[in-house]
C-alpha cells in the first residue's frame, strides 16, 4: 500500500505526459538488465559515459533487443578514470546529448522491472537526468542479482564469506566471460548471471526487489 503511494506521489510530479508510461503495470516475465559507465563513483556530481542494456523475456535474452550508447560529457573526463571505465575522448567525441540519450533509453526500458549488478547506483545516478528531464527518478521496481546470489550461495558454515565481485559471481556460475568490460557486455553478462540464478532458485521467478 505505501509502495503505491510513493508510486502515485512520483507520477504526480512528472512534468512531461510522454513518460506516463513508465508508471504502467509491467508486462509479467518481462526485464531490463542494464549497466552504465560513468566519470567516477558518485552519482551526485558524476556524469554518465555509456549505457548499455538487454531486454530479458522469460527464460531468454533478446540480443536483437539491445541498447548501446555513449554520451556527450560537459566536460573533459579525468584521465585516471579511464584506467577504470577503459573510455577515451575519441570514444565520446560522437556521443549525443544527455536528454536525448536518457528519452530513449526510458523508451527502452518501458515500465520493466530492472537487473543489474549493484544497480542502486546506476539507478540513482539515471534518476540525477530524470528528475532534471522530466520531473521525476526512475520509478521502475530493481533487481539485485549480487543480492539473489548471497541469499542461494552454499555455505559451508555460517560464517563464510561470501565473494560478491562481478568475475567471482560469473565464475561460480560457469558463465562465459565475453571479454571487455563496456557497458553492453556487463549488462548482457549481468542478463546470464540472472537467468542461471533464476533456474538454481528453489522457488522460481521469485526475485528480490529493492
Known sequence: ??????????????????????????TPNEYVCL????????????????????????????????????LKPSKNINPESIKIHHIRPIDLENGINPQDAIYQLLEFIGSRPIVGYYIKFDVAIISRY?????????????????SIYYKIRKRS???????????TIL??????????HDALNDAIMTAM?????????PKKNTFFYN
Do not use: Q
Not at 171 to 180: A, F, H, Q, R, V
Open 171 to 180: 565464475k561460480n556460475l560457469d558463465i562465459p566471460s565475453l571479454g571487455k
Open 130 to 146: 530524470t528528475k532534471e528531464f522530466i520531473g521525476i527518478k526512475l520509478p521502475n521496481e530493481t533487481i539485485e542479482v549480487s
Open 35 to 70: 549497466d552504465c559507465e560513468t566519470s567516477g563513483l558518485n552519482p551526485k556530481k558524476d556524469e554518465i559515459l555509456s549505457i548499455g542494456a538487454v531486454h530479458i523475456k522469460e527464460n531468454k535474452i533478446l540480443m536483437r533487443k539491445t541498447f548501446n550508447i555513449f
Open 193 to 201: 548471471m540472472f537467468l542461471k540464478l533464476n533456474y538454481l532458485s
Open 157 to 167: 558454515t555460517h560464517y563464510e564469506f561470501i565473494d560478491l565481485r562481478f568475475d
Open 1 to 26: 500500500m505505501f509502495d503505491n503511494f510513493l508510486k502515485n506521489w512520483n507520477r504526480k510530479k512528472l512534468t512531461d505526459e510522454r513518460f506516463d508510461f513508465l508508471f504502467d503495470e509491467p
